[in-house]
């Protein structure tokens, strides 16, 4: 038996930090050192082939569900995209159908 199963389309990622609080309290501070934990892995692939543009790389953050409006979803996402502002229509074309691609839809924009 192997932990891989290219049937499940898995994806893996070069590395991977965990930041938490022993007693289960939110705080920025955790934020804060999730941020610094992302600054030191851009040699671990944190930025794409060429050297200007991310990966990706981000935090993974539990939001309550009335900030995002989804109270009664089992399931939702936050994204956070960065348009030309020129253009923002094509960018939201872009970012739609990546999703769209991945089974997933887009509820709003702001």
């Given amino acids: 038996m192997t932990l891989y199963d ?7 990622a070069c590395g991977i930090g965990f930041v938490a ?4 309290r939110a705080s920025r501070a955790i934020v804060d050192a999730g941020i610094e934990a992302l600054c030191r892995v851009r040699h671990r692939g944190a930025v794409a082939a060429d050297s200007l543009t991310g990966d990706g790389a981000g935090l993974l953050l539990p939001i309550p569900h009335g900030i995002i409006g989804t109270e009664g979803e089992d399931r939702a996402g936050l994204v956070m995209a960065f348009l030309d502002p020129t253009d923002p229509g094509r960018g939201r074309q872009v970012v739609e159908k990546g999703l769209c691609d991945e089974g997933l839809v887009v509820k709003r924009w702001r």
């Fill in 6 to 12: 290219p049937k499940h389309s898995e994806r893996d």
């Fill in 21 to 24: 609080d022993a007693r289960g």
